[in-house]
């Protein structure tokens, strides 16, 4: 029986596993929806993390394996998934050591540098920044979800678009070419002139709309406003989302830790103030600005997974192991014969 | 078997029913939890309409009762409550008649004046103004509910306090009274000097408590907020909920109605300069304010229930409905033999 490992990085819109052997090289990979703890319960999260996890095996062949150790990557603490649901299915699977928790942003920051210090800079459905020392998380700024703070990520950008939608058509805000743009996108007429119950028919509409997400889906909201840099309404929210992660990674930077820093999330790419931004707080310390893009953090995952069995993990072993992942992915999405 | 009418105030956080007699004399009153479309489902907004009405029909005795009308008063629009549910129950308690849906507002509004005209200020869980012309909403401002607007209410507060915390625990805000007040209404130790995964432990607490309320929950902290008027970051957030729910009213107010203005919600007596800042938009247009507080929205769905079979109402006796409301609350308290 194959001695495998099993890596979950479980983001904010998506979970991704993948199951490697010892020397990280991808044997298969499963992706769902995803889990964050402050949007999900305990169940769900769960729920996702197993039928990820049960696509990667599936999808290396099915098995049987000896499963050494899963590494969960994850946002907040690991008693928001439902423990037990996971020995039960993970065993089922082959599992035959331990469940192991580790941050999101850990398996991030994994991704992109073997170095055991330096930040993790996100702007996903989440938002927020974190030093890492020892290869441990010492200092979180911000990062505390979408009801406490999560400045500047795209739940952030969604909500603050459909805030300002709602104020053009109630009134109180000025006119803004996300109003057409979001009401399109839920298929809500916004030439209706009718009045409902005393508001204008769109707005009417929007707001059942609305209520009718789950609020973390406001997420969905975010490309939107990133699409339009011409809209004053857009271009203030993009630019108030910098600043946001801006001010929260020099409240994080120590010089003795100029970096590297990983700048990861689906949001942080259309930021395209954030880097130089980045740069300058590192730079006013007098050092060099180390600053790397990650996708996700499928790869970190994995290499959390290897240092959780004391496998050594260093730059040469991290970049063998991304490229497995990608050749893997490519080969499932038919690019590779 | 006597002709009786149903009337339910559906608040953010308290559903009250009402029986009354067709001379609008209270029979009976129950109450529930409250039923706010935008943070109940459906059943659990019909659930708890229908326990409001079944205590009323207890505390009348039981019945058998002829109800000629059930007039529900909620926010947003009947579609949100599960119709069929309130059929079934209220058939089972003697509705022979219509059930018929209005607005909170108007509610509210109808509970301290007869008149057909006017506006109704809120701030409880939600936050808006309305003006009413011929009985009917002719305009809404805000009243968006807690995810697009509800600016001033006792959610916004609880939330932006919450906020407030957050960001003092996380380096990102100025201090606050209200750190130490909010972290001990929520049972956490603001003296626990560890740091859990990289945050200080008040903190981690805080975001796991604050995830496991539902949002509309928040505003249970409103009342931290408006105690606390020395507090520079309480002070600031109460002044800015005085000036949203005043704009709202500017943008409401038409000169041709210059009132009666109903101020309604558990938060509004709390906004002690916003009286004078809708005085002034009235004065402004050579009118005199008659602004007139209102505890609920009972006794004007009591009104609207009359008004939905016919019956008129006059100064007197809506004078004549609200002092039996409150003979039967004080009779239910036990404080008149």
């Not at 992706?31 to 990667?56: C, H, K, L, V, W």
């Not at 916004?190 to 997420?219: F, K, M, N, S, V």
């Amino acid at each position: 029986m194959r001695r495998v490992l099993l890596a979950i990085d479980v983001g904010g819109s998506t979970s991704r596993a993948h199951l490697v052997d010892p020397a990280g090289r991808c044997l298969g990979q499963g992706r769902n929806r995803g889990g964050n703890p402050a949007s999900n319960t305990p169940e769900e999260a769960a729920a996702a993390i197993i039928s990820a996890a049960e696509a990667a095996v599936a999808d290396a062949g099915g098995g049987p394996f000896h499963i050494a150790v899963a590494l969960i990557a994850l946002a907040g603490p690991q008693a928001h998934v439902a423990l037990r649901q996971l020995e039960v299915a993970f065993g089922r699977m082959g599992l035959r050591g331990p469940i192991v928790f580790s941050g999101d942003l850990l398996a991030m920051f994994a991704s992109v540098t073997a170095a055991s210090a330096g930040y993790c800079v996100v702007a996903g459905t989440g938002a927020g920044v974190v030093r890492i020392r020892d290869g441990e998380i010492e200092r979180v700024v911000d990062a505390a979800g979408w009801l406490l703070g999560d400045f500047g990520s795209g739940y952030w950008l969604g909500h603050e678009a459909a805030r300002a939608v709602a104020a053009e058509l109630d009134g109180r805000g000025e006119a803004t070419a996300l109003t057409p743009a979001l009401l399109a996108a839920l298929g809500i007429d916004a030439a209706d002139t009718r009045q409902l119950l005393g508001r204008p028919a769109p707005l009417r509409h929007l707001i059942d709309a609305i209520y009718a997400l789950r609020p973390i889906e406001l997420a969905r909201f975010a490309p939107l406003v990133v699409a339009r840099p011409k809209d004053p309404v857009a271009r203030r929210l993009v630019a108030a989302a910098e600043r946001h992660l801006a001010d929260s990674f020099a409240l994080a930077f120590e010089p003795v830790v100029p970096g590297p820093i990983a700048l990861g999330g689906g949001v942080i790419s259309h930021l395209s103030g954030l880097p130089a931004a980045l740069a300058d707080v590192v730079r006013s310390a007098g050092a060099l600005p180390d600053i790397r893009p990650v996708a996700d953090g499928s790869v970190g995952a994995i290499v959390l997974a290897l240092r959780a069995l004391d496998i050594a993990v260093d730059e040469a072993r991290l970049a063998a192991i991304a490229a497995s992942v990608v050749a893997r992915r490519e080969e499932v999405a038919g690019r590779v014969p």
